[in-house]
């Protein structure tokens, strides 16, 4: 963790959203962005184990005071969040935490969350593995992935319902 951090941007998916091969791209650890690959998707999709689930306006609303309520508890400062139908974008600084901690603790009480209202997310996954979270090192950055979570979601047409 770099003392000069901003903050994180962080994403993460819903199981089963955004697969290897993704036609809309996909990252591969430690080898960033990579084209799409149909037919490792289809490899991918037809070894789900379980039925794919998107959020809907209510569970996305429980997601983001979860958020939120987990921010001010660790006195992390929250910059914009965006909770979306089949993934999710935070923009935090959590000082002398890392990215990763902070993206796993988020996942963890979102699942929390969603397991004790809703039925459907028990005893199955309910995020992808893992995640993505870069580190946002100057003002600039700061205000572009702000407005990226907040703005350019809709803009690009990525699904919100």
């Excluded at 901003?6 to 998916?13: A, H, R, S």
């Excluded at 965006?82 to 000082?95: D, E, G, I, P, Q």
């Excluded at 901690?101 to 209202?117: F, G, I, P, Y």
Aim: positive net charge; aromatic residues 10%; contains cysteine.
């Amino acid at each position: 963790m770099n003392d000069d951090t901003l903050g994180f941007l962080i994403t993460w998916t819903i199981y089963g959203t955004f697969l290897q091969g993704d036609s809309r791209g996909w990252r591969k650890r430690r080898k960033g962005t990579q084209t799409s690959q149909p037919k490792l998707a289809e490899w991918h999709a037809d070894r789900l184990k379980y039925p794919i689930l998107r959020l809907d306006d209510q569970q996305r609303c429980c997601v983001t005071a979860e958020i939120q309520r987990l921010c001010n508890f660790r006195g992390w400062r929250l910059w914009a969040s965006s909770v979306r139908t089949n993934h999710v974008h935070v923009v935090v600084h959590a000082k002398e935490v890392a990215g990763s901690k902070v993206r796993d603790q988020m996942k963890a009480n979102a699942t929390r969350v969603l397991r004790e209202c809703w039925k459907e997310f028990v005893d199955r996954p309910v995020w992808t593995y893992g995640g993505d979270w870069q580190c946002v090192n100057d003002e600039s950055s700061l205000e572009q992935v702000i407005l990226y979570v907040l703005e350019a979601q809709d803009r690009k047409g990525f699904e919100t319902q």
